[in-house]
Antibody
Framework: QVQVVQSGAEVKKPGASVKVSCKTS????????IHWMRQAPGQGFEWMGV????????TYAQKFQGRVTMTRDMSTSTVYMELRSLRSEDTAVYHC????????????WGQGTLVTVSS | EAVLTQSPGTLSLSPGERATLSCRAS???????LAWYQQKPGQPPRLLIY???SRVTGIPDRFSGSGSGTDFTLTISRLEPEDVAVYFC?????????FGQGTKVEIK
């Protein structure tokens, strides 16, 4: 069955970068886009962007343009999300999720990765 | 971007009762491009409904979705104890995809 497994929790200082991984299995990696969302404490979900594993094309939310990079490793069916210049407001649980092919709803989610930004 | 407003914030009902959850969009989400998710504490969201009314395989038929344009509804026909969760809607008709704040469903 489809599995989406993320890397573990991270604690970072303001100004640092974080790179979260999202390893997928159980389906053809190139068939479905992978999206990243985050949920800050007490807040709703916020879409950050998407990567098409077939070719690597990305689309980022305007809010994160210039600060986020999404990449993929075809050999391990893994997607990465790097967020730079971290600030305290970036403290959140970050989720990757498999879209339904190229449609932007999310069929399978990773378990979430807590990123804490604190001095 | 399209803002999704869910109501009520919390719904407290007895087992067997009908739960009606609302999701209203600030602008049309291109007909029926709306999904519903269930999230239980400590778990990632689970997709229940897509295209406003299509139930995901394996989701009990007590869950149903309806609506189009700007007004959407998730109905749980007979509430079960395992339905205790936060339910949120998400539109994918306009970029960026956006989410509602969620409705918490509790059992009395």
């Amino acid at each position: 069955q489809v599995q989406v497994v993320q890397s573990g929790a991270e604690v970072k200082k303001p100004g640092a970068s974080v790179k979260v991984s999202c390893k997928t299995s159980g389906y053809t990696f190139t068939n479905s886009y992978i999206h990243w969302m985050r949920q800050a404490p007490g807040q709703g979900f916020e879409w950050m962007g998407v990567i098409n594993p077939s070719g690597g094309a990305t689309t980022y939310a305007q809010k994160f343009q210039g600060r986020v990079t999404m990449t993929r490793d075809m050999s391990t069916s893994t997607v990465y999300m790097e967020l730079r210049s971290l600030r305290s407001e970036d403290t959140a649980v970050y989720h990757c999720a498999r879209g339904f092919f190229d449609v932007y709803y999310f069929a399978s989610w990773g378990q979430g990765t807590l990123v804490t930004v604190s001095s | 971007e399209a803002v999704l407003t869910q109501s009520p914030g919390t719904l407290s009902l007895s087992p067997g009762e009908r739960a009606t959850l609302s999701c209203r969009a600030s602008q049309s989400v291109s007909d029926t491009y709306l999904a519903w998710y269930q999230q239980k504490p400590g778990q990632p969201p689970r997709l229940l409904i897509y295209d406003a009314s299509s139930r995901v395989t394996g989701i009990p038929d007590r869950f149903s979705g309806s609506g189009s344009g700007t007004d959407f509804t998730l109905t749980i026909s007979r509430l079960e104890p395992e339905d205790v969760a936060v339910y949120f809607c998400q539109q994918y008709g306009r970029l960026p995809p956006t989410f509602g704040q969620g409705t918490k469903v509790e059992i009395k």
